[in-house]
């Protein structure tokens, strides 16, 4: 158990690999690739600043495997036709002062905006509801033979980040994207060996983790972020994403992050989160505690961590081995050797509103406020905690309608 484990104490994560602490950067999506998918340099500077902060283990924003399902326009892609060059200036800069950088790499099925893809892919032909039909096209069901090809797309990532010299790969299985909807039974109604019972929804991911496996060796460390439920009527349940965790565990994944939610129920964001759980921070605390029960593999709990006092906690606990967290690290890049320094340390924010709720949505501010001070570190300036929403949603659609124009001349 954790009883003496502080935020400083290192974390052996395999025979090979000591993680300097118990921080974790949970990914965040930069958009800062250039027209090619390739990384600007303005994501060295980013995780340069971070690796300067002291986290131990810092996981990148999704990477897509796909240059053609792109969750956002300026998403970095890492494929045959990636300038590896580049990638080897992040993760340089991302590595220093002994941080383990790992690359968080999607698909993101259904989850495509109507601007990138008429028609995306997903498991079944199901679109998303919510509202969200809106701005996301309804999916046509994958092939046989594409579902292979994907798997196998996942590998070559992990191969080429492997080789462009990040220390891991995460898979990104949570939050309702493609392998999220492969798990889930509301999304994911095929009848073939894909589809139907828990055992043929887990396939993908399974197949996917051994595909991934087989590229990059034992040696390599490989992590998924998974669901700890959808929180959706129909969707994946808590003891379905157990089964999940076990059967990865067994097949010898080295690192379990927990979530949950998707875009239709944003629980990773907070939303729906009891004041009980709220007070203890972490959203998804007392599901990592039942796991903990049941598994060896390392686990890290992300959503909600705000204090030194709230992290130890949750390490002293035993339920989780490492702290996740996303949004404060946007706001203070130094957060670790901030947190470790000082015990009551504590960090607060409002949740970014423009005060027309509809309007927030649609921009999805949660995430593009956060996006904006990210892309102020990557261009050498500080975070601005008071920074206006209604200049972040006129940047958004500045650019967002360039880029619908863009399309269509396409
Ligand atoms: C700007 C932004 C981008 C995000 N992008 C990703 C992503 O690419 N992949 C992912 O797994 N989670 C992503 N998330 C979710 C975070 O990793 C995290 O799960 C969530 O913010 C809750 O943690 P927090 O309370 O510490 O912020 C993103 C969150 C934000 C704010």
């Given at each position: 158990m954790g009883e003496n484990v502080k935020l400083d104490t290192s974390l052996q994560l395999t025979s090979a690999v000591t993680i300097k602490n118990r921080f974790f950067k949970s990914a965040m999506s930069e958009q800062l690739g250039d027209k090619q998918h390739n990384p600007r340099p303005d994501l060295a500077r980013l995780y340069g600043t971070w690796a300067a902060g002291g986290v131990g283990l810092n996981v990148t924003g999704n990477v897509m495997?796909?240059?053609?399902?792109?969750?956002?326009?300026k998403n970095v892609v890492l494929d045959e036709q990636s300038d590896l060059a580049l990638f080897r200036q992040w993760t340089k800069s991302g590595t220093q002062n002994n941080t383990q950088?790992?690359?968080?790499?999607?698909?993101?099925?259904?989850?495509i905006p109507a601007i990138l893809t008429e028609e995306p892919v997903a498991p079944s032909a199901i679109p998303l509801t919510g509202g969200l039909e809106k701005?996301?096209?309804?999916?046509?069901?994958?092939?046989?033979?594409?579902?292979?090809?994907?798997?196998?797309r996942f590998a070559t990532s992990a191969?080429?980040?492997?080789?462009?010299?990040?220390?891991?790969?995460?898979?990104?299985?949570?939050?309702?994207?493609?392998?999220?909807?492969?798990?889930?039974?509301?999304?994911?109604?095929?009848?073939?060996?894909?589809?139907?019972?828990?055992e043929n929804r887990m396939r993908f991911v399974l197949a996917v983790y051994h595909a991934i496996r087989e590229k990059v060796g034992q040696d390599f460390p490989v992590g998924i972020k998974l669901n700890s439920a959808d929180f959706m009527k129909d969707g994946f349940t808590e003891d379905e994403s157990m089964a999940v965790?076990?059967?990865?565990?067994?097949?010898?994944?080295?690192?379990?992050?927990?979530s949950g939610g998707t875009y239709e129920s944003p629980s990773m964001m907070g939303a729906n989160v009891r004041e009980s759980t709220r007070r203890r921070e972490a959203y998804f605390l007392e599901y990592a505690e039942k796991v903990r029960q049941q598994i060896k593999t390392t686990l890290v709990v992300t959503g909600g961590f705000r204090s030194s006092e709230a992290m130890t906690a949750a390490l002293q606990s035993g339920a989780t081995d490492m702290i996740g967290v996303a949004r404060p690290m946007a706001l203070q890049?130094?957060?670790?050797?901030?947190?470790?320094?000082?015990?009551?340390?504590?960090?607060?924010?409002?949740?970014?509103?423009?005060?027309?709720?509809?309007?927030?949505?649609?921009?999805?501010?949660?995430?593009?406020?956060?996006?904006?001070?990210?892309?102020?570190?990557g261009s050498k300036k500080l975070p601005q905690a008071n920074l206006s929403a209604w200049v972040v949603v006129a940047q958004m659609f500045m650019s967002l309608g360039k880029h619908a124009f863009q399309k269509r001349r396409a």
């Open positions: 495997i796909d240059r053609t399902a792109l969750g956002e326009p950088l790992w690359a968080q790499l999607n698909h993101p099925g259904k989850q701005g996301f096209n309804t999916p046509r069901a994958l092939t046989e033979s594409e579902i292979q090809a994907i798997i196998q191969g080429l980040a492997k080789e462009a010299g990040f220390s891991g790969i995460q898979i990104h299985g949570a939050h309702g994207y493609l392998v999220s909807q492969f798990l889930s039974p509301r999304h994911n109604q095929r009848i073939d060996q894909w589809g139907g019972s828990a965790v076990r059967a990865l565990d067994e097949a010898g994944i080295d690192l379990i992050e927990i890049p130094d957060l670790p050797n901030k947190a470790i320094a000082d015990s009551n340390y504590r960090i607060a924010f409002n949740r970014p509103s423009t005060g027309v709720k509809a309007l927030d949505r649609m921009a999805m501010l949660d995430i593009t406020w956060f996006e904006a001070q990210l892309q102020r570190i």
